[in-house]
């Protein structure tokens, strides 16, 4: 199959999170199963652009990226050749799969796809998802859903989220007829980590509890600080890109609850020592207010790292699955309660573990997931029958 990936974002600008890396692992896992794969995306990072070429496709793991410039109206990453390049191009594919909602990107894509009859698949990737709209900018998400999403929604072939949690609540967005596919997230097998000794978090206080994510509201670090105070024998360490420039109010507020001696905010951790981070954590912790899927959920079982995640979080089914951590409701009780818990049994921590690397091993690498994905391309129907 010709397969064409369409996302705003993607390598080397990790800073935007999970869906980065799992839509390059689709991408790389469906070119090793023998598919053509490109992927249209933009050059933005952050304040900057990536130092990529714009005048040719940039091989990357056998996935062809042809990355395009944005306008000043980067906030949603607009970007008039990456259009241009969808309306000439979009029916030599098979099928398209847009990422991400709210840019106009994968707007563009959607409407490409729908003119030229050729199937296209939407993940959303979380951001339609209640706690996610009413967070931020509730009234700029309602309207834009109403202009630009439910028609996009409306006219793809299939919706695909990557935990039942998504699905339910699009289920009650789209309504009846409407076919979502639930298709997790995969996980490379994970390398062997510089030892934390021998990086820039060699003075981390032990034992500690890891937070590893973007630095954002919607990933509830006000609430584990305020749990913190009922926890004891544990530092807690928050490691993350702060590109919503939250982290001040955070340390702030760690201050106000007399525990900045029991908290190190590090900053980054870049692939190279976010796994020591991992490996040697008592349990990692994510208690965000809304999150589809949670990567970082799962790489921390892959490594045998317990876990405590809240039930807005996609992949605590995963977790609970596996026996592998504790799922709360979100509240600074239930989190002080369960950190506390697999903080001082350190047999059951390490059981739970055990169980979770085994769980990620049988059920989720990339190549099962992709045959997944595979499927319900496949299953798509014929692109030409459209307009």
């Known amino acids: 199959m010709k397969i064409l990936q369409v996302v705003p974002t993607y390598y080397p600008a990790v800073r935007y999170g999970g869906p ?18 490109d992927v249209f995306t933009t050059c933005m990072d952050g304040p900057g652009d990536l130092d990529v070429p714009l005048d040719r496709a940039v091989d990357i793991d056998g996935v062809a990226v042809r990355y ?3 306008s000043p109206l980067r906030r949603l990453a607009h970007s008039p050749a990456l259009s241009r390049a969808l309306a000439g191009s979009v029916r030599d594919y098979d099928v398209v799969h847009v990422h991400a909602v709210f ?3 994968t707007v563009a894509a959607a409407r490409a796809a729908a003119r030229a009859g050729v199937p296209y698949v939407v993940s959303p990737r979380g951001m339609l998802m209640t706690g996610a709209i009413a967070g931020r900018s509730t009234f700029i998400k309602r309207a834009w859903i109403a202009a630009f999403e439910r028609r996009s ?16 609540e699009l289920g009650n967005l789209l309504g009846p007829g409407a076919r979502i596919a639930v298709i997790a997230n995969g996980l490379e097998r994970t390398p062997a980590p510089v030892p934390l000794a021998d990086g820039p978090f060699a003075a981390l206080p032990r034992p500690y509890a890891l937070f590893l994510s973007r630095i954002s509201w919607k990933k509830g670090i006000d609430r584990l600080l305020r749990a913190w105070p009922g926890v004891r024998d544990l530092h807690l360490v928050i490691a993350g890109n702060d590109d919503e420039g939250y982290e001040g109010g955070m340390r702030a507020l760690a201050g106000e609850l007399g525990i900045g001696s029991r908290v190190s905010f590090v900053g980054p951790a870049s692939d190279e020592h976010k796994w020591a981070l991992f490996r040697e954590a008592a349990l990692f912790v994510l208690p965000s207010y809304s999150e589809n899927f949670g990567n970082v959920v799962v790489e921390a079982l892959s490594v045998g790292c317990p876990v405590v995640t809240s039930r807005a979080v996609g992949a605590c089914t995963l977790v609970e699955a596996a026996g592998a951590g504790i799922v709360i409701e979100g509240d600074e009780g ?11 049994d350190a047999a059951a921590a390490r059981a739970m573990g055990e169980r979770g690397r085994a769980y990620v091993e049988a059920h989720l690498g990339w190549d099962a997931i992709a045959g997944e994905m595979e499927s ?12």
């Open 20 to 37: 980065i890396r799992s839509v390059h692992g689709l991408a790389r896992a469906l070119v090793a199963r023998g598919h053509r794969v």
């Open 68 to 70: 395009f410039p944005v």
């Open 103 to 105: 840019q106009l990107p």
């Open 153 to 168: 929604l409306r006219e793809a072939a299939a919706v695909h989220v990557t935990a039942e949690l998504e699905a339910a």
């Open 334 to 344: 239930s989190i002080a309660t369960a950190v506390s818990r697999l903080g001082s």
């Open 376 to 387: 319900l391309y496949r299953s798509l129907g014929d692109r030409r029958a459209g307009p």
